[in-house]
T-cell receptor, first 112, second 113 residues
Framework: DQQVKQNSPSLSVQEGRISILNCDYT??????FLWYKKYPAEGPTFLIS?????DKNEDGRFTVFLNKSAKHLSLHIVPSQPGDSAVYFC???????????FGTGTRLQVFP | DGGITQSPKYLFRKEGQNVTLSCEQN?????MYWYRQDPGQGLRLIYY???????QKGDIAEGYSVSREKKESFPLTVTSAQKNPTAFYLC????????????FGEGSRLTVL
């Protein structure tokens, strides 16, 4: 049972445009959400996070939006750059655990 | 430099053999984790440890074993009981629940021949 879902396995965006990556979750007890970026044959690196008490968090070109009623979060990258091409994972955590539950990932390709 | 070191980066094993993947961190983090990545399945938690001499099973612990004798080290043994061991294995550590952020190593790719 996949508690965190990324329904788009891939996304292709032109350089300079906005990239929107989506993530849905089923467990309403999740209270913390994170996005990770991963290049091939490397470990994931942390990008940005959001607590369930907020609906938006920004860090430079990256913004995460959380819609608790829809159990949906999204990552916006503006403007997209070729170096953003990677696999992006969303992850979620419940209130009484340190464990992160990861989605299946979305491969983003930014072309010139 | 502070970080997480996994070794070896690539490993080949014959069926029926146990193999141990090393994970060392010098970030002074209490919690350490092992994840497995398979194509199309994201990262799945194998084992985690929140403190020395203590660890818990994750979602796919069968066929794996771990130890946490030192804060810096969290080795993973892939035993012959693991039915499908070929995968990319990722070790991570965390300072605790305040940030929730995990710091990952570069991974170890295990191939069973």
């Amino acid at each position: 049972d996949q508690q965190v879902k990324q329904n788009s396995p891939s996304l292709s965006v032109q350089e300079g445009r906005i990239s929107i990556l989506n993530c849905d979750y089923t467990n309403s007890m999740f209270d913390y959400f994170l996005w990770y970026k991963k290049y091939p044959a490397e470990g994931p690196t942390f990008l940005i996070s959001i607590s369930s008490i907020k609906d938006k968090n920004e860090d430079g070109r990256f913004t995460v939006f959380l819609n608790k009623s829809a159990k949906h979060l999204s990552l916006h990258i503006v403007p997209s750059q070729p170096g953003d091409s990677a696999v992006y994972f969303c992850a979620a955590r419940g209130p009484n655990t340190d464990k992160l539950i990861f989605g299946t990932g979305t491969r983003l390709q930014v072309f010139p | 430099d502070g970080g997480i070191t996994q070794s070896p980066k690539y490993l080949f094993r014959k069926e029926g053999q146990n193999v141990t993947l090393s994970c060392e961190q010098n970030l002074n983090h209490d919690a350490m984790y092992w994840y497995r990545q398979d194509p199309g399945q994201g990262l799945r938690l194998i084992y985690y440890s929140q403190i020395v001499n203590d660890f818990q099973k994750g979602d796919i612990a069968e066929g794996y074993s771990v130890s946490r004798e030192k804060k810096e080290s969290f080795p993973l043994t892939v035993t012959s009981a693991q039915k499908n061991p070929t995968a990319f294995y990722l070790c991570a550590s965390s300072p605790g629940r305040i940030t929730g952020e995990l710091f990952f190593g570069e991974g170890s790719r295990l191939t069973v021949l």
